[in-house]
């Protein structure tokens, strides 16, 4: 199959390394002359341009920009394109994609490949990130089942485990497990530096540890994404932060009050319950 | 030296194995006695008994129980202790156990060594638990110098860091970087849980990934330690719940106002800050 991908990233790269090994013929166009020259280089396509003409024979493109920068991906990209070429995406939100690309091309297959690494750009680009991923796709009324069909093929070929759901059921679950804890942690970064003691604030530094360290990381992670999906699933973003906002408050009222029995039972009910969110992983 | 360990779980028998290794004689106290001949057997400890008796001859002394149980081990051991012994604990909490133990005992060095494995009981007893990791010692106005020497000299031979500063210090960092994320991760389970849509809370499990596993790891941890710290560290976990929703509800605010720019930031600055709080760690 001739695939294109636009964007030659973290995610685009390491889709075209994939797909290449599969067989297929990969083209990729990136804004930078230097990325496609790499990108070549390193057999990452097996051919690239900064013009999205080269996308004239492609029969499936990702657009793997960032989500700001799809829906002008497509303008530029749906000229050159073949009538029956189906356009998919990777964002990590799903309903601004939607409703931005869908009227502009029906064969549209909206997805979303939970793959990344803590590096991004080109030369994070590696081999086997997607298998054992989680792949969404979040079909809409319009979108062509053979379309669809081919698409989530090519993820079962890239050994991701392939889910289906609404744009909205989507964007409402990665708000509660992935957006949340982003701001729940920066948050608690945030309060801790707000201490007003600055030797307490020193010995916190010194004495933080792995619990500390865990608890925090994605909320110290890139600030572009985090800023990304406050803006982009910032409905569902708000409904999971005022919920948790509540349980929190919840938690707190327990120990002013010194109701341990209550505590306890909440604490074995969290104790108990977070495997269930973490049978997906290795 | 002699040197009594009373409760030999996971500190006091990584402690035990520890110095017998530095060539000190140990000697334990277990309320089991199924524990007194598992920690000789293993030799953790060169001699072990139920009976407080044993400590006659120590001239330190490590309190190695939960904090619940701090006082009444001490109360049981000073009839049969030399009066130049010192004592000193573990605790993880250091305002109660000095308010309790200071006025039975002047000979006393209130001490947190910040170290510990997902485990407990002896049976998790392992060597280099404290090579590298924070030591922090809570001397009071009546703790003396020659004491409080000689314990930070045998934590430096444990090749921990040892940090000095007041109960009142430790206890407020603590609240910051170890009881504030605990409660702040077991939130964010609870929250998630309290997802309205069953298919949504189904989505979520499935796509729950590293981020989720890192942010949530504490929250899921043993319910006694949580409870312990909330009930022994109450007041200043509290404040530091408070001041960490303050931070929340401001995250919150800006973007339900899309105050992108105040947020963009905040979030550079704590992926600034929180290396800051990692530094003393591998």
Request: net charge negative; proline share 5%; hydrophobic share 45%.
């Amino acid at each position: 199959m001739n695939i294109g991908i636009v964007g030659l990233g973290l995610i685009g790269g390491s889709l075209g390394l994939e797909l290449r090994s599969l067989g297929h013929r990969v083209l990729g166009v990136s804004r930078r002359e230097q990325t496609c020259e790499l990108a070549v280089a390193r057999k990452i396509v097996d051919d690239a341009d900064v013009d999205m003409s080269l996308m004239a024979t492609a029969e499936v493109v990702y657009i793997c920009t960032p989500i700001a920068a799809i829906a002008r991906a497509v303008e530029l990209l749906i000229p050159h394109l073949s009538p029956t070429a189906i356009i998919t995406d990777v964002g990590s939100v799903k309903m601004p994609v939607v409703e931005a690309i869908a009227p502009l091309w029906p064969n549209f297959v909206p997805a979303h490949p939970m793959a990344g690494t803590e590096e991004s750009g080109l030369d994070a680009a590696v081999f086997n990130l997607f298998a054992g991923r989680s792949y969404v796709f979040t079909p809409v009324e319009t979108t062509p089942f053979s379309a669809l069909d081919t698409v989530e093929e090519i993820a079962r070929a890239l050994q991701a485990k392939v889910y289906r759901c609404t744009p909205q059921e989507h964007d409402r679950a990665v708000a509660w497990i992935s957006h949340l804890p982003v701001i729940a942690a920066a948050s608690l970064i945030d309060a801790c530096t707000h201490e007003a003691s600055p030797a307490v604030l020193d010995l916190a530094k010194k004495f933080a540890s792995t619990g500390f360290r865990d608890t925090t990381r994605v909320g110290g992670g890139n600030p572009e994404l985090g800023l990304m999906m406050a803006k982009y699933n910032r409905q569902e973003l708000i409904n999971s932060l005022c919920g948790y906002r509540d349980r929190l408050d919840w938690f707190i009222t327990q120990i002013e009050q010194q109701n341990w029995d209550a505590l306890s039972a909440t604490l074995h009910h969290t104790h108990q319950t977070r495997p269930g969110f973490l049978t997906s992983q290795d």
